[in-house]
């Protein structure tokens, strides 16, 4: 039931009563707008947050090896500790549920070239587990798989960089790269959060690298993810047994620090999640004050809109208006400029938030965004609250005799 | 047309009550011109407001036009008023925000009558008061007088069987208390029912009956002569 002549007596007060209608409107855009803001930073931070540990699963532990430096077992310090094959698979067979993905790691630094285009890097040599554990995302082709592993294949997976520096305009895929003088077939290509230096990897199968470098079975690293099952200190204990054993096996000294090191992330994303919890429950304190800031001024604002137009209301009334089309009459005027404020604000606050985006990457504010169903929802609240707010007061003024409202000047 | 019998109203001042009004008897044939007069404080206004449905009496029968007036809802009341009253007051109580025409035009919206009706109805009554010309402008940009001319066509415009008016005069100069006086006489000789509320002799004797009241209850009630108020006179 549209009354296209209540909506031309609203518009009509609206049109007449301006600095009523921007102070009210004023309230609910700066309400929304600071909401969104507000909302749209600390989402900023908390994906600064998240892009650091983009490059690796969050529950990677990497194990490495070095020089024993303290003697034990009766063998002297210094020497010299080399995974090989074997160990990964033992750490396979002890731990079990307990190991999500696995792989070994071989490092090598290569020239490499394509035609008349050559570049230095370096070649990761692989499990196809390496794909979950550094999170590394194939934009062609494939990834290592287990058969190049079995058939020890010259094949290799090349970063979005290598593909943009060696083949120029070009597609990789299928065509031979050399590396060190060998050629490769490149069956993907892959990109990485980890930023530009993980882009210029090479990836391989560990078991070609392993008979054409050296011919022998050594690793680098191993570098596993736990079952993600595992809550934080399940993960650390887990980490330090694993530690231990691994000492046991090679003969090292428990106290020994350098020879065998095996790092959880386990232990940062402890304490980032902890700040990221901090962080979020102190965003929701920050949204609802605003929120009910907001609430409270455009309340105050209704309470005193209504009691301006006290007399008005009575001279109405004396006319023969119903107390009905009294409360709706300033009900809807007040919903209406609401909405309207209200959009204004949201849209004020997304586009300021994409305008500053930029410029903020520096505070460590990476994509300020909002989501906008939250700041549609913060929007509704409002506008619900201001009719809340509007409705109670033109009530009861609806209510009193217009004699009473008539006296009042 | 209008009847009223035993009429009480009392108004609550902390735990006492101020008795105001103290069985008021008073009847009024259509066509007549009334003036209700009093110090303050005795009650004229308060009766004039029960007349008017703007307030309600505590004890007491009340008939208007064959109607009787009672246990009103708001939403009964409000229907009543548009229906039977229309009201003039001291201080015009036009809405500032709203031009002449849109003031005259308002009772007639809450008839639901329609937009175009109204504003010909409208125009026809501002046309009547001598304001056709000043349809467009904003009250704060009329005269006192213009103001009150205004505040008469839009008691008109709902074709009210009565005229209810507080203090019409009370505002404005002599001058300009006698041409709406004048106006208003005009309307009684049409047959309208009119009865006003003042506390000017000149203004009552304006009129062609006077009910005195003091203390909230009639002390007289005379029929005398109407004096003409047409500006001529003046000089």
């Not at chain 1, 549920?97 to 792989?103: G, P, T």
Request: aromatic letters at 8%.
């Amino acid at each position: 039931m549209f009354d296209i002549d209540l909506w031309r007596e609203i518009f009509q007060s609206i049109n007449m009563n301006k600095t009523r209608t921007l102070l009210s409107g004023f309230t609910v855009t700066f309400a929304i707008l600071l909401f969104a803001l507000l909302f749209g930073i600390t989402n900023g931070l908390l994906n600064t947050f998240d892009s650091a540990f983009a490059d690796d699963a969050k529950n990677s532990i990497f194990i490495r090896s070095g020089k024993t430096s303290k003697a034990s077992n009766g063998l002297q310090a210094g020497r010299q500790i080399q995974f090989e094959n074997a160990d990964q698979e033992w750490v396979e067979e002890e731990f079990g549920d307990k190991v999500q993905y696995i792989s070994s790691r071989i490092y090598l630094n290569v020239t490499a070239t394509f035609r008349n285009e050559k570049s230095t890097n370096t070649v990761r040599a692989v499990n196809p587990d390496h794909q979950y554990l550094e999170n590394t995302m194939v934009n062609y082709g494939r990834y290592i798989n287990e058969s190049d592993v079995k058939n020890k294949t010259k094949v290799v997976v090349i970063g979005r960089l290598v593909e943009e520096d060696l083949f120029l305009k070009t597609t990789a895929i299928g065509k031979y790269i050399n590396l060190n003088g060998i050629q490769y077939k490149v069956v993907g290509v892959f990109s990485d959060d980890g930023g530009d230096n993980e882009e210029r990897m090479i990836y391989m199968p560990v078991s070609t690298a392993q008979q054409i470098y050296g011919n022998n079975d050594h690793i680098d690293q191993i570098n596993l993810t736990y079952n993600p099952e595992m809550d934080y200190d399940e993960a650390i204990s887990f980490s330090s047994i694993l530690s231990k054993k691994m000492k046991e096996r090679f003969m090292v000294s428990q106290n020994d620090q350098r020879a065998i090191r095996v790092r959880n992330l386990a232990n940062e994303s402890k304490a980032v999640n902890q700040m990221t919890f901090i962080l979020s429950i102190l965003v929701l304190i920050i949204g609802f004050g605003t929120l009910i800031a907001g609430i409270v001024g455009i309340s105050n604002i209704m309470i005193f809109i209504v009691k301006e137009r006290t007399k008005e209301i009575g001279i109405r009334k004396a006319l023969g208006a119903a107390p009905k089309s009294i409360v709706l009459i300033i009900l809807l005027e007040s919903i209406l400029i609401t909405i309207i404020a209200g959009f204004l604000g949201l849209f004020l606050g997304m586009g300021i938030l994409e305008l500053i985006a930029p410029s903020l990457e520096k505070y460590f504010i990476k994509d300020p965004y909002v989501s906008l169903n939250l700041v549609i929802a913060a929007t509704f609240t409002l506008i619900f609250a201001g009719g809340l707010a509007g409705y109670l007061p033109a009530k009861k003024a609806s209510r009193i005799k217009p004699i009473v409202a008539l006296r009042k000047y | 047309m209008l009847k009223i019998n035993k009429l009480h109203k009392s108004y609550p001042i902390g735990n006492t009550s101020l008795h105001v009004l103290k069985g008021i008897d008073l009847f009024v044939e259509a066509g007549e011109m009334v003036a209700i007069m009093g110090s303050s404080g005795s009650g004229k206004s308060t009766l004039l407001n029960i007349i008017g449905m703007l307030d309600e009496a505590d004890e007491g029968e009340y008939v208007l036009d064959n109607v009787p007036i009672k246990n009103l809802t708001e939403k009964k009341a409000a229907i009543y008023r548009n229906k039977f009253l229309g009201f003039i007051f001291q201080s015009f109580n036009l809405i500032n925000y709203k031009n002449a025409l849109d003031n005259v035009a308002l009772p007639l919206y809450y008839q639901g009558i329609k937009r175009k009706e109204r504003i010909d109805k409208a125009l026809f009554h501002l046309e009547k008061v001598g304001l056709k010309d000043w349809a467009t402008h904003l009250p704060n940009e009329l005269s006192g007088g213009q103001k009150q001319r205004v505040a008469i066509a839009r008691a008109l415009a709902a074709d009210p069987k009565l005229l209810l008016a507080d203090e019409p005069t009370g505002a404005l100069d002599t001058k300009t208390s006698h041409e709406i006086m004048d106006f208003i006489q005009s309307l009684n000789d049409e047959g309208k029912t009119i009865l006003m509320v003042t506390h000017e002799e000149d203004i009552a004797n304006m009129c062609k009956r006077i009910v005195r009241l003091k203390d909230g209850v009639i002390m007289e009630d005379i029929f005398v002569n109407q004096v003409r108020a047409s500006p001529i006179c003046l000089i």
